[in-house]
């Protein structure tokens, strides 16, 4: 029997301890402060990353999609051990990282590299790569955990309030323009992805609101693994309590999480966002 490795990046916020305990390798992307380039996650952790984020005066810090070495690298350890690797990325839309991964894939041209885009990011991507990689321990091929990975990004939904649309507008996610006039309607906009495009779910005028209205989004179907997502000072615990209580359905213990955001999605929203990617059942 095959043996299949699973690989993702660095802005699928899935915590190097976790990924190492499902066996995921993970290919760090870069985080540059100024002149100062970082690998997230190996050289930058996520609470440094926040403790540069919001110091006084420090640089706004911009991402970037590795060189095809670096996930070349990655896709080698992996097959060390596995006659296969599926990589789960970031999508394609948001980032260089799926093109890097391509050309990596070039570069082995012997050995069997099957590329998924999540069409997402975040913990939509690591609930994927999660699935791929129980998928994977119990014998399934690559072929078979591609085809279901394709098949479950549709019930993928990630639905995060922001403190404010500055650091999308800074990021170039979305233009000074609509950052603007959310700025002057003083909203606490909610953003999802679709089709790989961050779009505005909704824009209520208070973080109560925002909260309320962002669970509303997440429990609009039975939810068959929920991520909730934030970033410093917000507090996630007791969001994670009133999702699981609105959910309807009791959802395994062991497909709960939390994660902070880290170095390669944090810049994009800044501090204070509360949220969650949810897979949906079936």
């Given at each position: 029997?095959?043996?299949?490795?699973?690989?993702?990046?660095?802005?699928?916020?899935?915590?190097?301890?976790?990924?190492?305990?499902?066996?995921?390798?993970?290919?760090?992307?870069?985080?540059?402060?100024?002149?100062?380039?970082?690998?997230?996650?190996?050289?930058?952790?996520?609470?440094?990353?926040?403790?540069?984020?919001?110091?006084?005066?420090?640089?706004?810090?911009?991402?970037?999609?590795?060189?095809?070495?670096?996930?070349?690298?990655?896709?080698?350890?992996?097959?060390?051990?596995?006659?296969?690797?599926?990589?789960?990325?970031?999508?394609?839309?948001?980032?260089?990282?799926?093109?890097?991964?391509?050309?990596?894939k070039g570069m082995l041209p012997d050995r069997q590299v099957h590329l998924?885009?999540?069409?997402?990011?975040?913990?939509?991507?690591?609930?994927?790569?999660?699935?791929?990689?129980?998928?994977?321990?119990?014998?399934?091929?690559?072929?078979?955990?591609?085809?279901?990975?394709?098949?479950?990004?549709?019930?993928?939904?990630?639905?995060?309030?922001?403190?404010?649309?500055?650091?999308?507008?800074?990021?170039?996610r979305i233009s000074g323009a609509r950052a603007a006039i959310g700025t002057i309607l003083?909203?606490?906009?909610?953003?999802?992805?679709?089709?790989?495009?961050?779009?505005?779910?909704?824009?209520?005028?208070?973080?109560?609101?925002?909260?309320?209205?962002?669970?509303?989004?997440?429990?609009?179907?039975?939810?068959?693994?929920?991520?909730?997502?934030?970033?410093?000072?917000?507090?996630?615990?007791?969001?994670?309590?009133?999702?699981?209580?609105?959910?309807?359905?009791?959802?395994?213990?062991?497909?709960?999480?939390?994660?902070?955001?880290?170095?390669?999605?944090?810049?994009?929203?800044?501090?204070?966002?509360?949220?969650?990617?949810?897979?949906?059942?079936?």
């Amino acid at each position: 029997m095959s043996r299949v490795a699973i690989v993702t990046d660095s802005a699928s916020d899935l915590p190097p301890a976790d990924a190492a305990a499902a066996g995921i390798g993970i290919v760090p992307l870069a985080v540059n402060f100024g002149s100062e380039t970082f690998r997230a996650g190996v050289d930058l952790s996520t609470e440094d990353f926040w403790k540069r984020m919001t110091a006084p005066d420090a640089p706004f810090p911009t991402t970037a999609a590795s060189a095809p070495g670096e996930f070349k690298a990655v896709y080698e350890k992996a097959l060390a051990g596995a006659d296969a690797v599926v990589a789960v990325h970031v999508a394609a839309t948001l980032s260089g990282t799926m093109k890097s991964a391509e050309i990596a894939k070039g570069m082995l041209p012997d050995r069997q590299v099957h590329l998924v885009d999540s069409g997402s990011a975040s913990m939509g991507e690591g609930l994927l790569a999660l699935l791929g990689a129980e998928m994977a321990a119990a014998g399934a091929s690559a072929e078979a955990i591609v085809g279901v990975l394709e098949d479950r990004k549709k019930d993928l939904d990630l639905f995060v309030a922001l403190d404010t649309l500055e650091y999308l507008k800074r990021g170039g996610r979305i233009s000074g323009a609509r950052a603007a006039i959310g700025t002057i309607l003083s909203v606490k906009p909610i953003i999802t992805i679709r089709d790989g495009v961050v779009e505005t779910a909704d824009r209520p005028r208070t973080r109560g609101k925002a909260r309320e209205r962002t669970i509303e989004l997440l429990v609009q179907r039975p939810i068959e693994r929920l991520a909730v997502l934030y970033t410093p000072p917000a507090d996630p615990e007791a969001f994670r309590d009133e999702v699981l209580a609105r959910a309807g359905r009791r959802i395994d213990p062991k497909h709960v999480s939390i994660q902070a955001v880290g170095a390669s999605v944090g810049p994009h929203l800044g501090p204070g966002c509360l949220g969650a990617v949810v897979l949906y059942a079936r």
